[in-house]
Every structure is written in C-alpha cells, then in structure tokens.
C-alpha cells in the first residue's frame, strides 16, 4: 500500500497489512479525538476570553450526562480497538501447523540462525515466500528481542527458554533484521538482515549451502558423542526410555503428572535429568549442563524429533551430500550427513 | 452538603498585618538545613532537584548530539549507553517523582487544607535528606563511570553481563524510594487529619485529591521497587539466582516486580500535574470546574487501575497470550479517567472569562501534549500493534508525551502559577510567554519525529542507526535544542524576580483558595487564626451554579 512512502515500512508479510490496518484506524479515531480537543479549547480561549477585568462568568456545576457522554463513548471505542488488536494478535501468536523450523540462538552481540537442512548462518537470515516460518528462538546470556519491521514481528529471546516467532513474508527482498530489547554494549550492532528469497531460490541457496550435514545428522553425531546413545537404545529396553516417537507425544512423569515432549521438554531433558523424572525409570542420566552449546541442543532436538515412531527406524540419517562450499554466513563445521527434510521433522507430531 | 456560597475565607484584616514571612524566618544556612517548615523544605527540594534536572539534561543533550548521525562517532558505545541510562534514573526517579508532589505539593498541600504544616514535620525534612542520600549516590556512580543496564535494570544483563555500578545505582534508587514513601505518607495523614474546619472532602482543591491519589501509590508501589532492587543487588553480589535462569531463577520476575511499581509511577509523575492543571483552568476561566466529583474520583481511578496494568511492558516478553490480553483490556480502561479530566478540563473553558498569563499556556500545552500522549497510549495497549512498536522509538515518544509533555508542562505551569507566593513577587510574563512558546514548539519538533521514527522500526537505545533514519533525527535533534533554551529561560528569569520582579501581593490572579488568602510570601504558621471554610473549591461567582441539563437530582451528584 506504502511501498514508496519513505516514511513507512515496508509491508513484507501476511500480517503487516492488518497490522497496518488498525494502525491507521487508531491514527483516524487519534486525529479525530486531538482535533476535537485541540478546536473545543481553541474556539472556548478565543469566544470566552476575558473582555473586562472586572468580568465574572456564570459558574457551572457540571452535567451527568455529559459526564456519561464522554465516558461511555471513548469507552465503546476502546473495546472496538481491543476487540480488533485481539482478534489480531491471536492470528499473530499462533503458529500455523504447517509452519517451517529454524532455530535462532541469539548472544551478545550476534544473531545465530539454522536452518534443519543444516544451512547455519550468522546476521543474516534466508527464508522463502509463501509459507509460514516459525523461528524457535533462545538467548546464550542475556535477553534480546529479534524485530523485523517489515513484517511487524518482534519477539524476546530469553535465556534457557524457548520462544517461538512465526510469520508469513510475501514479497522477495533484503529487510532489517534488528534486536530490540537492549543487551549491553553493542545492543545496535546486534542488527541484520533478512532475505526473503522465492521458494525456488531458496531451495537453491539450500542446496548450495548445506555442508554440514542436516540438524538433525549433526543431532545424530552429537547423540553418540555425548554417549546419549548407550542409555538410550532405540528398543526402549533395559534402563532408559526410548527416545523413538517420543516428540510431541505425551509423558507420564513419575509424580503423576503429564507432559508433553516439545522442544523445552528435551531441552530440560538434557541441562537438568533431574528436574522431571519419567515414570517407572531412575533418574540416572547425568546432566549435561555445561558441556552442549544452544545450537548443539538444538540439534539433538531435531534428531530426536526426527526419530519417527516406526519400530527400530530412524529418519533423516541415510545418504550423503556432496560436501558443498560453506556460505559466508554458515558457521558449519566438516561436511556430514543428509538434510532431513523440515516437513520429516515435524511428521511424529 | 452545604451551599451557602456567601462568606469567602479571605481576610483583609490579617492580610494587611505585617509579620515575618517564611523567607525572613533566620538567614543562616543552618535555619535552612534544620528547617521543619513545609515551605522551606519545598525550597530545599525545589533546589536539588534543579540540579538534578540539569544533570539528566546534559545527558539528554549528549544523546540528541551523538545521534544526529547514523553512525557512532561521537562517543563509544559503551559510554552512549550510560548516557541513556544515567538520563532516564536522574530524570525519572530524581527530578519527575519529586517536582510536582515535593515542590508545589509540599508547599502548598497545608495551605490549600488551611493547616499549619505537614502532619509530620520532621519526616518531612527526613524525606529530603533521605532524597540527598540517594542523589548523592547518584552523583558518585555517575563519577564513577555510570550505569549502562538502561533505566530499567532488566535481569541478567544488570545481574551478571554489566560490569558498571549497578548496584551502587540500586542502593541510590532504594534510599530514594523512602524519600517519596515519607511523603506520601505525610500526605495522606495531613489530608485526612489536618483539615481546617469546614474544608470537607468535597471541597478539597483537585490538587489536593491528585495529591491523595499520588501518595497512595507512592506509598503502596514504592515498597514493591525496593524489593526489586534489593533482589537485584543480591542477585549481583551474592549470586542467589532469583532472577537468574541457570539457577532456575525468572528473568521475566524482575521485569513483573519493576512494572509493578513502575507503571504506577507514570501515575506518581502525571497525577500531581492534572492537580495543577485543574487549578489553573478554573483560575484563568474564573469558572468553577465542570464536574468536581468526576475529576477527583478519576484521580483515584487512575490511581487503582495504575496498578493492574504493569504487563503491558511485556506483550513481546513471552507471557502468556491472556495474560496479554487481560492487561490489554485494563491498560484501555485505564484512558477513560484521562479521557474524562481532558473534557472535563476543556468544558470548564466554556462560557468562562478566559485570559492567557503564562500559567494557563502552560495548561493548554498540557492539554494539547497530554492528549497526543495519552491517545498514542491506545496504540501500545493495542497487543497487535504494540508487538511492532515497542521497544521502538515510536515508545519513547509516548512517554516523553506524557512526562515532558504532560508532568513538565504542569511542573512549570504550577512553577509560574505558585511562584508570586513562594516568593512574594512576579517573573517577567513576556519572557514567561516566550518561552512557554519555545518549549511547546521545541518539544513537538523534538518528539513528533519520534512517533514516525518508531513506526519506521527504529528500536531505542541504538548508537547507530541505518542511514534512512537520519533526516527525522536530525529534526528531533535540533528540536532538543530549542526545548533545552526554552528550559533555561525561565531557570534565568526566575531568578532574577527574586531581586527585580514587581511585587505580587497576597492574590495576584484573584484565584479562589485558601492559599491566596495569606499574604505573600506567607507567614512560617501560613495563617494567624485558622480558617473557616464555608464554600466549595472554585467558588469564583456567588450567584447559585446552574447544572447543564440536569434536575435537582443531578445536582446532588455533581457536588
Ligand atoms: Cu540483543
Ligand atoms: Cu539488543
């Protein structure tokens, strides 16, 4: 609507314009309620003003009508702007299901994003148009906020929490990408950008970054590394649970309580055993706080979501990429095993 | 209640007695540093926090400078931070909280209420040391290098990742917290127990129910900030972990704690200002205001809603989707008490007798700023909408609308308004309306910028910005310095009235109000015989007020 009015945002998402929208409502019943001041003061200093000094008005007590008047009217027009921003705001907080993962890990002062299919990069953020993205977002230190003006989102990204952000973008370009949330020295360096990209250019600049291997192979190796997998075998035998088909699924915690395994789940899982104990087993795991990095939880998650319920299957572990070249914005390490697509990441949910 | 009208309180006879003011009341400065009298202390505090008001300035001025380019040239990051910092604890915790409520409410809370003193006069004069403490706490960690966690502390970046005097600025900001709790507590005792005769509740001046209303939150909210700090600190020297994650401590806590206290506090600082503004429509309209009992209950609203909406600081900080919403629907309720002093205020003008000294400019730059600041409100409680703009610049204008806009124009409405009584003589009122000019034009060329700014995406507390913010900075910028000229134009003629100014006499504006009924400046005991109210406040005409469609009924309830 505004693309070239250079004193507004670009609108680069599916919500932008709503957001937009009641922006604009709430600029018109602004306008209108300063005007109405602004011309009722005017108009009373000029008509009213004092003509002789001796001069004494007749004194005015009130009216309860008016009183009512001008309570009940801003009043409606406030639960309307409520109603509407509501309304709104559920669309903007509830990720669709069909949305696709990455996982952004922020800390002082740089943004950390993965892609599942292994694609890493720092500042800078690809995404396609056309589908919904959910950013699963944590902080290493201290608290941040990711904004991207363009497509009015903004979310904090808390330590040891996972927060997720999701939205839509709709046209191909480069956006600001900026922390809001103030976070020490060089809070407005902490800035970068997004580039929305086609669906086909995007699955091209995938193929071309990819060299370390899927998240959720990067999971895998972390999985036999860390000796995660001598406890956890997947028949589910002996001392520990099975970790197949465990994502999105519910436990039963040996207070009785029930939870879901999501991603803070695991997460708690892995930094403190201890703080939620699967019913009917010990709790022996060790903690591993301390020795995996957010990313590196990140990616156990994903090899854990991608642990598909079919008996003694493990997804997203077969097969090889051509070790490809590392894109200026990937820190990934050697060259590793297949991406698993994002839609197999989510398939156990 | 009564509406007998006849009677004003005012008494030649005593006026023309010839007695010590308070000024002539000993010279030395140990009659000032030992003072129990309200108005001494009201000086003592009106001094400090000029001072302090200077300091917070200066920073404010280093800011506008370093950001009238994109790029951090004129000084580091680092050293950026702690201006900002710095800027917003002096002038929020040392210079809003106390100006209107120390100053002019401690002057002139006894006087309007026909009583000597505070109820406790020597807390009161414990409340400006306490204040002292706290500044100088203030003083030394600016020294000492500052603060750089922003004025709002937030966990763990103030508990782990600073390495600047964050918890030395917590000791001050704690010590100052018992400053204003003292006050409000001496407040409510003195409105409750110190009423002259005859002065019911009903007949209070506005000022004193926002006053009432203020301390009440002083006292109930203040408490609440200690604890916060006071976790703080710990949490930054003894590493308890309360606001720590890694020790399965809650960020988010400190930030609950903080607003709960700092919400409030917006309340603390615009509150006393609507009191002003109520007093200087009705004086300069010679009009009784439209609907007392509107305006006075609406204080108290303010003041009880002003503490169920704290969380909508917090939209973007991952809490929950209702509680979001339940502070969404609060925070838009919470404008309707605004709403009804605004119209309230603009329907006392109607049919009144209307003249223009330096005072009511500043009312009407209230009126104007407040409305702009309070209906940009609407925006940040609208959840959607606020999603995008908070954090931004589109934020910091709302504020300064509401605390430059709004409490300074009341501060320094009240300042002009009070002045011939605090000191018996008038400031030069051509300078008065120049510079009520500069800082209306100054202060919206400053802070409309912002609003687009923060619409744009440009987050606050940025060093650096993207070149395409540059322009609507540049504007802001020089704006800044027209509003700091039109500061220090009254600071300087101020001042000079003390020597040259014409002198005022007991009631330069004909105002109603027992505290222009003394002669000025007034005598230390404020009057010699206690005084007998028999009217309502704002009783400007004898004739019997007449009630704008109402029946008898009606009128009842208005009064
Ligand atoms: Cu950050
Ligand atoms: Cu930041």
């Given at each position: 609507?505004?693309?070239?009015?250079?004193l507004?945002?670009?609108?680069?998402?599916?919500?932008?314009?709503?957001?937009?929208?009641?922006?604009?409502?709430?600029?018109?019943v602004?306008?209108?309620?300063?005007?109405?001041?602004?011309?009722?003061?005017?108009?009373?200093?000029?008509?009213?003003?004092?003509?002789?000094?001796?001069?004494?008005?007749?004194?005015n007590?009130?009216?309860?009508?008016?009183?009512?008047?001008?309570?009940v009217?801003?009043?409606?027009?406030a639960?309307?702007?409520?109603g509407?921003?509501?309304?709104?705001?559920?669309?903007m907080?509830?990720?669709?299901d069909?949305?696709?993962?990455?996982?952004?890990?922020?800390?002082?002062?740089?943004?950390?994003?993965?892609?599942?299919?292994?694609?890493?990069?720092?500042?800078?953020?690809?995404?396609?148009?056309?589908?919904?993205?959910?950013?699963?977002?944590?902080?290493?230190?201290?608290i941040?906020s990711?904004?991207?003006?363009?497509?009015?989102?903004?979310?904090?990204?808390?330590?040891?929490?996972y927060?997720?952000?999701?939205?839509?973008?709709?046209?191909?370009?480069?956006?600001?990408?900026?922390?809001?949330e103030?976070?020490?020295?060089?809070?407005?360096?902490?800035?970068?950008?997004?580039?929305?990209?086609?669906?086909?250019?995007?699955?091209?600049?995938?193929?071309?970054?990819?060299?370390?291997?899927?998240?959720?192979a990067?999971?895998?190796?972390?999985?036999?590394?860390?000796?995660?997998?001598?406890?956890?075998v997947?028949?589910?035998?002996?001392?520990c649970?099975?970790?197949?088909?465990?994502?999105?699924?519910?436990?039963?915690?040996?207070t009785?309580?029930?939870?879901?395994?999501?991603?803070?789940?695991?997460?708690?899982?892995?930094?403190?055993?201890?703080?939620?104990?699967?019913?009917?087993?010990?709790?022996i795991?060790?903690?591993?706080?301390?020795?995996?990095?957010?990313?590196?939880?990140?990616?156990?998650?994903?090899?854990?979501?991608?642990?598909?319920?079919?008996?003694?299957?493990?997804?997203?572990?077969?097969?090889?990429?051509?070790?490809?070249a590392?894109s200026?914005?990937?820190?990934?390490?050697a060259?590793?095993?297949?991406?698993?697509?994002?839609?197999?990441?989510?398939?156990?949910? | 209640?009564?509406?007998?009208?006849?009677?004003?309180?005012?008494r030649?006879?005593?006026?023309?007695?010839?007695?010590?003011?308070y000024?002539?009341?000993g010279?030395?400065?140990?009659?000032?540093?030992?003072?129990?009298?309200?108005?001494?202390?009201a000086?003592?505090?009106?001094?400090?926090?000029?001072?302090?008001?200077?300091?917070?300035?200066?920073?404010?001025?280093?800011?506008?400078?370093?950001?009238?380019?994109?790029?951090?040239?004129?000084?580091?990051?680092?050293?950026?931070?702690?201006?900002?910092t710095?800027?917003?604890?002096?002038?929020?915790?040392?210079?809003?909280i106390?100006?209107?409520?120390?100053?002019?409410?401690?002057?002139?809370?006894?006087?309007m209420?026909?009583?000597?003193?505070?109820?406790?006069?020597?807390i009161?004069?414990l409340?400006?040391?306490v204040?002292?403490?706290?500044?100088?706490f203030t003083?030394?960690?600016?020294?000492f290098?500052g603060?750089?966690?922003?004025?709002?502390?937030?966990?763990?970046?103030?508990?782990?990742?600073?390495?600047?005097?964050?918890?030395?600025?917590?000791?001050?900001v704690?010590?100052?917290?018992?400053?204003?709790?003292?006050?409000?507590?001496?407040?409510?005792?003195?409105?409750h127990k110190?009423?002259?005769?005859?002065?019911?509740?009903?007949?209070?001046?506005?000022?004193?129910?926002?006053?009432?209303?203020?301390?009440?939150?002083m006292?109930?909210?203040?408490?609440?900030?200690?604890?916060?700090?006071?976790?703080?600190?710990a949490?930054?020297?003894?590493?308890?972990?309360?606001?720590?994650?890694?020790?399965?401590?809650d960020?988010?806590?400190f930030?609950?704690?903080?607003?709960?206290?700092?919400?409030?506090?917006?309340?603390i600082?615009?509150?006393?200002?609507?009191g002003?503004?109520?007093?200087?429509?009705?004086?300069?309209?010679?009009?009784?205001?439209?609907?007392?009992t509107?305006?006075a209950?609406?204080?108290?609203?303010?003041?009880?809603?002003?503490?169920?909406?704290?969380?909508?600081?917090?939209?973007?900080?991952g809490?929950?989707i209702?509680?979001?919403?339940?502070f969404?629907?609060?925070?838009f309720?919470v404008?309707?008490?605004?709403?009804?002093?605004?119209?309230n205020?603009?329907?006392?003008m109607?049919?009144?007798?209307?003249?223009?000294?330096?005072?009511?400019?500043?009312?009407?730059?209230?009126?104007?700023?407040?409305?702009?600041?309070?209906?940009?409100?609407?925006?940040?409680?609208a959840?959607?909408?606020d999603?995008?703009?908070?954090?931004?610049y589109?934020?910091?204008?709302?504020?300064?609308?509401?605390?430059v806009?709004?409490?300074?124009?009341?501060?320094?409405?009240?300042?002009?308004?009070?002045w011939?009584?605090?000191?018996?003589r008038?400031?030069?009122e051509?300078?008065?309306?120049?510079?009520?000019?500069?800082?209306?034009?100054?202060?919206n060329l400053?802070f409309?910028p912002?609003?687009?700014?923060?619409?744009?995406?440009?987050?606050?507390?940025?060093?650096a910005?993207?070149d395409?913010?540059?322009?609507?900075n540049?504007?802001?910028?020089?704006?800044?310095?027209?509003?700091?000229?039109?500061y220090?134009i009254?600071?300087?003629?101020?001042?000079?009235?003390?020597?040259?100014?014409a002198?005022?006499?007991?009631?330069?504006?004909?105002?109603?109000?027992?505290?222009?009924?003394?002669?000025?400046p007034?005598?230390?005991?404020?009057?010699d015989?206690?005084?007998?109210?028999?009217?309502?406040?704002?009783?400007?005409?004898?004739?019997?007020?007449?009630?704008?469609?109402?029946?008898?009924s009606?009128?009842?309830?208005?009064?």
């Open positions: 609507m505004f693309e070239n009015f250079p507004f945002p670009p609108q680069a998402s599916t919500i932008a314009g709503e957001v937009d929208l009641l922006f604009f409502f709430l600029i018109a602004s306008a209108f309620f300063t005007a109405l001041i602004y011309l009722m003061v005017t108009i009373f200093a000029v008509r009213y003003r004092r003509r002789s000094s001796e001069e004494i008005p007749r004194q007590l009130g009216s309860l009508q008016l009183e009512i008047f001008w309570s009217v801003p009043l409606v027009i639960m309307v702007i409520f509407w921003s509501a309304s709104l705001y559920f669309k907080v509830r990720v669709p069909n949305a696709m993962d990455i996982y952004v890990v922020g800390r002082q002062w740089m943004w950390k994003f993965q892609h599942p299919e292994g694609n890493r990069e720092i500042n800078e953020l690809h995404v396609p148009t056309g589908r919904p993205i959910r950013l699963t977002m944590t902080s290493e230190d201290v941040h990711l904004y991207v003006p363009a497509f009015r989102v903004k979310l904090d990204v808390l330590p040891d929490r927060q997720s952000l999701w939205f839509q973008p709709t046209k191909p370009g480069t956006y600001h990408l900026f922390c809001a103030y976070c020490g020295t060089q809070h407005s360096g902490m800035v970068g950008s997004v580039i929305v990209m086609e669906p086909r250019d995007y699955e091209a600049w995938l193929a071309g970054d990819a060299s370390g291997g899927s998240m959720a990067r999971g895998e190796k972390l999985f036999n590394q860390l000796g995660c997998v001598t406890c956890h997947p028949d589910g035998r002996g001392r649970p099975t970790l197949v088909g465990l994502f999105g699924r519910p436990v039963q915690l040996i009785g309580e029930q939870v879901t395994a999501n991603e803070a789940y695991i997460r708690e899982s892995i930094l403190r055993p201890n703080a939620k104990i699967v019913s009917a087993f010990q709790p795991m060790p903690t591993y706080q301390g020795q995996v990095s957010e990313e590196s939880i990140l990616q156990l998650i994903a090899y854990v979501k991608s642990l598909a319920p079919a008996p003694g299957q493990t997804v997203g572990t077969e097969g090889n990429m051509p070790g490809g590392v200026p914005g990937s820190t990934g390490p060259p590793g095993t297949a991406p698993a697509a994002p839609s197999q990441n989510r398939s156990n949910q | 209640m009564s509406t007998q009208v006849a009677g004003r309180p005012e030649p006879e005593l006026v023309a007695e010839p007695r010590p003011n000024l002539a009341n010279y030395g400065i140990k009659s000032w540093l030992l003072t129990v009298d309200h108005k001494r202390i000086i003592l505090y009106l001094v400090s926090i000029t001072v302090m008001f200077f300091l917070g300035g200066v920073f404010a001025l280093l800011i506008r400078l370093e950001l009238l380019t994109p790029a951090g040239d004129l000084m580091a990051a680092d050293m950026y931070n702690r201006m900002f710095m800027h917003g604890v002096v002038m929020i915790f040392f210079f809003l106390p100006s209107v409520p120390a100053v002019l409410g401690n002057f002139l809370v006894p006087m209420i026909g009583a000597r003193d505070l109820a406790f006069p020597r009161n004069l409340s400006w040391y204040y002292i403490v706290g500044a100088g003083i030394a960690v600016v020294i290098g603060v750089d966690t922003g004025w709002t502390f937030y966990a763990p970046l103030s508990t782990i990742y600073s390495n600047s005097n964050v918890a030395l600025m917590g000791i001050g704690f010590i100052t917290g018992f400053s204003s709790i003292l006050t409000g507590l001496n407040f409510i005792v003195t409105i110190m009423r002259a005769p005859g002065m019911t509740w009903f007949r209070l001046p506005l000022f004193i129910w926002a006053h009432y209303a203020t301390s009440l939150i006292v109930l909210g203040t408490p609440v900030l200690a604890i916060a700090v006071v976790l703080l600190a949490d930054r020297i003894f590493q308890i972990g309360v606001f720590d994650a890694r020790q399965g401590g960020p988010l806590l930030q609950h704690l903080f607003w709960f206290y700092s919400h409030p506090a917006v309340y600082m615009i509150l006393p200002s609507m002003v503004i109520s007093e200087l429509v009705t004086c300069f309209s010679r009009k009784r205001i439209f609907g007392y509107f305006v209950f609406s204080s108290l609203a303010i003041a009880v809603y002003g503490f169920l909406v704290w969380g909508h600081h917090m939209f973007t900080s809490q929950s209702y509680a979001g919403l339940l969404s629907v609060l925070s309720l404008a309707i008490p605004s709403a009804i002093k605004v119209f205020w603009s329907a006392t109607y049919k009144g007798s209307i003249s223009y000294e330096t005072p009511m400019l500043y009312a009407f730059g209230f009126i104007g700023l407040f409305t702009i600041g309070g209906l940009t409100g609407l925006f940040l409680a959840t959607s909408v999603v995008h703009v908070h954090d931004t589109f934020v910091v204008a709302h504020f300064h609308y509401i605390m806009g709004g409490a300074i124009m009341g501060f320094l409405g009240g300042m002009h308004f009070w011939p009584k605090i000191v018996g008038m400031y030069p051509g300078w008065g309306k120049f510079a009520v000019l500069m800082i209306f034009a100054g202060f400053t409309f912002q609003f687009v700014l923060g619409y744009m995406g440009m987050p606050r507390r940025y060093h910005y993207p395409e913010f540059q322009v609507l540049v504007m802001s910028t020089a704006g800044a310095s027209i509003l700091g000229v039109g220090l009254p600071m300087v003629y101020f001042l000079w009235s003390l020597r040259f100014g002198v005022a006499g007991p009631n330069p504006w004909g105002a109603t109000g027992l505290e222009w009924t003394t002669p000025s007034p005598p230390t005991e404020n009057f015989v206690t005084p007998i109210v028999t009217e309502e406040a704002y009783s400007y005409s004898k004739e019997e007020p007449e009630v704008v469609g109402g029946t008898q009606t009128r009842a309830s208005l009064r």
